[in-house]
C-alpha cells in the first residue's frame, strides 16, 4: 500500500482539533517532504522518525516519501507528531494493517532510539480525541496517568514504537525500560499549599472579614499594611475558604496544567482551587503564557478557578502588573502568534499584598520612615489606577497587637467555609437560569437591571459617586460586593447596612458596623 493515514491532535490554546497524518510512498529519489504548515520542531521529525524506525528493527523506504498534516491551515506547532507520523509511514510501507489504526489517534515524540517521550498536553488531546468519538488513543507511558482522567475512551500507554507496533500486530509486546520523567519546570510547592487554619491568626477581625467575602463571592482582594501583619498569612488562608471545583472546572484547570506541564503520572483532576503565587519579579510572558512550539499557559492561567496571589505587588515591573487588567475584565487571556491565536482560560481572584512604603514603616511605630515624599509617591503609583478600580476589597492590614483585643472568638477555617458555601447555593440559585455563578461575575447592566438595590441603598451609593468616592466601575463592584454580604447573611436583598459594609471594605474606610453573618432561621432563596 503506498498511501495510508493516521489521526493526531494539535492544539491551539486549550482547543484541541484533530490532524489527519498521510503518508504517501512514490517512485523517485530518496527524500521525505513534510507538509502541511509544520514548525521548526515538527519539520525536524523527518530526522527523527527516520532513526527511530531504523533503531526499532524496521525498514524505512528508500523511495520518495511525503508526509502531510492536515488541515494544511491549521498551524502545526511541538514534536508529539512524531509516532502518528511514524506509524502513517510503516502503514504506507505495508508493515501495519492499516485496519488496526481505525478510530485511533496517536501522540508522542519518538527519540532517536525509538524511545516514546512525554508530551505536554496529553490530557487537552486526549478529551478532544475523546470528543470526536475516537475508541482508543496511544500516548506516552508517561502520560498515561492524565489521559486515563477522560472517561469514555481507551487509554494505551507505549514505551516505545516497538511497543506500539506489537500492540497493532497483535503479537507480545517487548519489555521495556521505564522511561525517565522529564524534570518539572514549575514547583508544586506554587500550586499546593501547607495545611493552614484560620484558627491560626490572632485577632485580624477586618482582614478575616475581608477574605470571608472575597471567597465567598469570588472578588478581587488588595491587602496592604507594615510587614509581619498577616497580610500573606490571609492571602494563604482564603485558599482553605474556598468550595470545591464542580467536574466541568475541575477538567477545566486539569487540562490547563497539563498543557503548563504540572500533572504527574499519576496525577488525578484538580479538585481544590489552585493557589498560584509568582514571585513580583516575574517577566510579563511568565504571567500570561507563551513560548516557542506548543504555547504554554502562563500563571494567570494555572490560577484559572483559583487564586492569584502577588506578594509585594508594588515592586513588580508596573506595565507587567498591568497586563491583568484585560483577564481580569474577560476571564481569557490570548497569546497572539503570526500564525494563530492561542486563547487560554483566566478567570481567577486576585489577591495583591504591599508594604505601606518601600522601607515599610510609613504609619507604624516600628521605626522612623526613612522614605522621602517623592519616593512614597512613586511606590505608590507603581500600582496603577485602573488595577486598584478593579479590586473589589481593599483592606489596611494593621498588626496583630492592635487588633488582639476586640474580644471576639476565634472561628476556624472550616466554620468559615461553611458559610461560604451557603452563600455560594444562594448565589447559585439565585443565577440558575444564567450563565453565572458568582456576584463577582455578574455584568454591570444586568445587575443593575435584574437585582436592583433598594432606594435607600442606591441613594446612598449615590451619595458617594456624586462626591467622588467611587468611579462607574467601583459603583457596580460594590453593588456586587453588598449582595455577596446579604448572601452571607442569607438575607433576601441587600440593606443599606450591608450596602455601607460593601463601601467600607471596598474604600478601606474601618468597618464601623459589621453585618450580621449568622445564616437566618429556615432557607432563603
Not at 509511514?89 to 488496526?100: E, I, N, R, S, W
Request: charged share 20%; glycine share 8%.
Amino acid at each position: 500500500m503506498a498511501l495510508a493515514h493516521t489521526w493526531s491532535v494539535a492544539l491551539v490554546g486549550l482547543e484541541g482539533h484533530l490532524v489527519e497524518v498521510e503518508a504517501d510512498i512514490a517512485q523517485g529519489l530518496p527524500k521525505t517532504t513534510l507538509i502541511g504548515l509544520p514548525d521548526t520542531s515538527l519539520s525536524e521529525a523527518r530526522d527523527r522518525v527516520r532513526a527511530a524506525v531504523v533503531n526499532s528493527g524496521e525498514r524505512f523506504p528508500d523511495r520518495k516519501v511525503t508526509i502531510g498534516l492536515s488541515p494544511a491551515t491549521l498551524p502545526k506547532t511541538g514534536s508529539h507528531y512524531d509516532v502518528a507520523i511514524a506509524l502513517s509511514l510503516l502503514t504506507a510501507a505495508g508493515a501495519v494493517d492499516p485496519g488496526a489504526l481505525r478510530r485511533t489517534a496517536i501522540i508522542g515524540e519518538l527519540g532517536l532510539d525509538g524511545r516514546i517521550r512525554e508530551v505536554r498536553g496529553a490530557l487537552a488531546m486526549t478529551l478532544a480525541a475523546s470528543r470526536a468519538g475516537f475508541d482508543r488513543i496511544v500516548v506516552p507511558d508517561l502520560n498515561v496517568g492524565e489521559a486515563r482522567l477522560i472517561p469514555g475512551i481507551e487509554v494505551y500507554g507505549a514505551r516505545s514504537l516497538r511497543q506500539v507496533l506489537a500492540l497493532l500486530r497483535g503479537t507480545e509486546i517487548p519489555d521495556e525500560a521505564p522511561p525517565r520523567a522529564e524534570p518539572r519546570l514549575v514547583s508544586e510547592s506554587l500550586i499546593r499549599l501547607p495545611e493552614v487554619d484560620l484558627e491560626d491568626i490572632i485577632g485580624q477581625r477586618e482582614g478575616r472579614r475581608a477574605i470571608e467575602a472575597a471567597a465567598a463571592g469570588g472578588h478581587h482582594l488588595f491587602l496592604h499594611g507594615p510587614p509581619g501583619s498577616g497580610k500573606t498569612m490571609l492571602a494563604e488562608r482564603l485558599a482553605g475558604l474556598m468550595p470545591d471545583l464542580s467536574t466541568d472546572d475541575s477538567l477545566e484547570v486539569s487540562a490547563v496544567h497539563s498543557l503548563a506541564g504540572l500533572l504527574t503520572n499519576d496525577a488525578e483532576l484538580v479538585h481544590r482551587p489552585p493557589f498560584i503565587a509568582p514571585h513580583h519579579t516575574a517577566s510579563l510572558a511568565s504571567l500570561v503564557g507563551g513560548g516557542t512550539g506548543v504555547p504554554r499557559p502562563g500563571a494567570i492561567s494555572c490560577a484559572h478557578r483559583g487564586i492569584l496571589f502577588i506578594d509585594e505587588a508594588p515592586e513588580m515591573h508596573p506595565l507587567t502588573l498591568d497586563t491583568l487588567r484585560q483577564p481580569l475584565e474577560s476571564g481569557f487571556v490570548e497569546v497572539h502568534r503570526a500564525a494563530a491565536v492561542a486563547k487560554f482560560p483566566a478567570r481567577f481572584m486576585l489577591v495583591l499584598a504591599a508594604n505601606p512604603c518601600p522601607c515599610g514603616l510609613s504609619g507604624t511605630n516600628q521605626g522612623i520612615c526613612s522614605c522621602t515624599p517623592q519616593h512614597l509617591a512613586r511606590y505608590r503609583q507603581r500600582i496603577s489606577g485602573p488595577i486598584k478600580d478593579r479590586l473589589d476589597i481593599q483592606r489596611q492590614i494593621l498588626p496583630a497587637a492592635r487588633t488582639v483585643t476586640d474580644g471576639q472568638p476565634v472561628e476556624s477555617t472550616a466554620v468559615v467555609a461553611a458559610r461560604v458555601q451557603a452563600a455560594r447555593d444562594r448565589q447559585a440559585h439565585r443565577y440558575r437560569e444564567s450563565a453565572w455563578t458568582l456576584n463577582s461575575e455578574i455584568p454591570g447592566p444586568v445587575l443593575r437591571r435584574e437585582h436592583p438595590l433598594d432606594d435607600a441603598s442606591q441613594k446612598l451609593l449615590e451619595e458617594h459617586y456624586s462626591a467622588g468616592r467611587l468611579t462607574a466601575r467601583g459603583f457596580d463592584r460594590v453593588v456586587r460586593l453588598a449582595w455577596t454580604l446579604t448572601d452571607l447573611a442569607g438575607a433576601p436583598i441587600p440593606t443599606v447596612d450591608q450596602t455601607h459594609e460593601a463601601f467600607q471594605l471596598r474604600s478601606g474606610e474601618p468597618l464601623t458596623q459589621l453585618a450580621d453573618v449568622r445564616p437566618l432561621k429556615g432557607p432563603t432563596q
